[in-house]
């Protein structure tokens, strides 16, 4: 079977390294959705697993040592002059991940990213550029999962970007590094895996966490999930087995093909994954202890997070013109309060998704990164 993706869109908003990766995205996508999932002793020959893939160690600060941010600047309503006064057809470069379902993904039918990352940027740039079409004057770059963007908000990158638009946890640790903004989608970690024999109805193969110690348990390359999967111990001592990829699609489709046992980050990602993959399921069984864990969950359904996880933005930290981005970023994440336009975004993207809503930002801070 041939795939082709057509990335001409992708190409005129961010260049070469936008198409390719886009289209190696989209592939991956298109691959998610042709493939049956292998049972785990299925004598079929095994498939090739993603470049990039490799088993890490396990151990290391346990999740519930991690610390999160949700207080940043004050708002302000006035739009970052350095940003304001771009050219025509010029605007705002944001980062994000094309794979993401929910948040980000390249959809090779319309030739635009969409989700709800996006419906926030395009809130954020219709407030800078008023009566302009917004699509005109907002750049995507694709780039790494976790930190691994943070080096493309420098100055002196080729493809620098203005702000990561990545399901991106705000950490204290990360704090050192980038600026962020407000807290806008609270999550948390949990863990996707095969139905029993495949069926669309099908109960999980494992019940939640606490049935993967010693199981294969994939996350991105340089994010939390992976020290999070790896720190995990269960009740009975066992640590899951961190698998490390290039991106989390490639641990979906390491999972379809029997080559892991299970996928984990945060929630809204793996809703996400769900739609593309009816014959995986999110696991349904909460792990031990996991209260602190889940003070933002709706409890819609037995809370499975065994992580804290508040979304931000992300900045070039020790730059002016990067601070007041993040203030304006959160005058308008307050101003989508106020006009519905978060609901609306959450109710398209992540209506299956069990936070508390639209989060409310921490007492501003007057230094970074937060004391």
């Not at 638009?165 to 895996?193: H, I, M, W």
């Not at 489709?253 to 996928?263: E, F, H, P």
Request: net charge negative; proline share 9%.
């Amino acid at each position: 079977m041939t795939t082709q993706v057509t990335t001409r869109s992708a190409a005129r908003r961010g260049g070469g390294p936008v198409a390719a990766r886009a289209a190696r995205a989209g592939v991956l996508l298109l691959a998610v959705a042709a493939c049956t999932a292998v049972p785990p002793d299925s004598t079929t020959v095994p498939a090739a697993a993603p470049s990039g893939v490799q088993q890490i160690a396990a151990g290391g600060e346990p999740a519930n040592a991690i610390c999160t941010v949700r207080s940043s600047f004050a708002p302000s309503s006035t739009p970052p002059r350095a940003i304001l006064d771009r050219a025509p057809g010029q605007g705002l470069v944001a980062g994000v991940d094309p794979s993401d379902a929910t948040m980000s993904h390249w959809n090779a039918v319309t030739q635009q990213f969409e989700g709800f990352n996006i419906d926030l940027l395009l809130a954020v740039v219709r407030a800078i550029w008023p009566g302009e079409e917004p699509r005109k004057r907002l750049t995507f770059k694709v780039v790494p999962p976790g930190q691994g963007a943070f080096e493309m908000l420098a100055p002196d990158h080729p493809d620098r970007v203005d702000v990561i638009a990545t399901s991106l946890t705000a950490s204290c640790e990360r704090a050192k590094q980038v600026v962020f903004s407000n807290d806008y989608l609270d999550s948390g970690q949990t863990a996707l895996v095969r139905r029993v024999d495949g069926r669309p109805d099908g109960p999980p193969e494992y019940a939640g966490i606490e049935q993967l110690g010693g199981r294969r348990v994939c996350a991105a390359a340089r994010t939390t999930s992976l020290a999070a999967i790896a720190s995990y111990r269960t009740a009975d001592g066992a640590h899951p087995v961190p698998v490390q990829a290039a991106h989390a699609i490639d641990c979906l489709v390491m999972l379809r093909q029997g080559q892991v046992d299970a996928v984990s980050t945060d929630e809204n990602i793996l809703i996400g994954f769900t739609r593309m993959a009816p014959d995986t399921v999110l696991v349904t069984e909460s792990p031990r202890d996991n209260a602190p864990f889940c003070r933002y969950h709706d409890g819609r359904r037995p809370c499975t997070w065994f992580t804290d996880e508040p979304h931000a933005f992300a900045f070039a930290r020790d730059n002016p013109d990067s601070v007041e981005l993040a203030r304006f970023v959160n005058h308008v994440l307050e101003s989508t309060r106020a006009s519905g336009a978060w609901s609306a975004a959450h109710q398209q993207w992540l209506a299956d998704h069990p936070d508390r809503g639209q989060p409310t930002p921490g007492p501003p801070v007057t230094s970074w990164p937060p004391g």
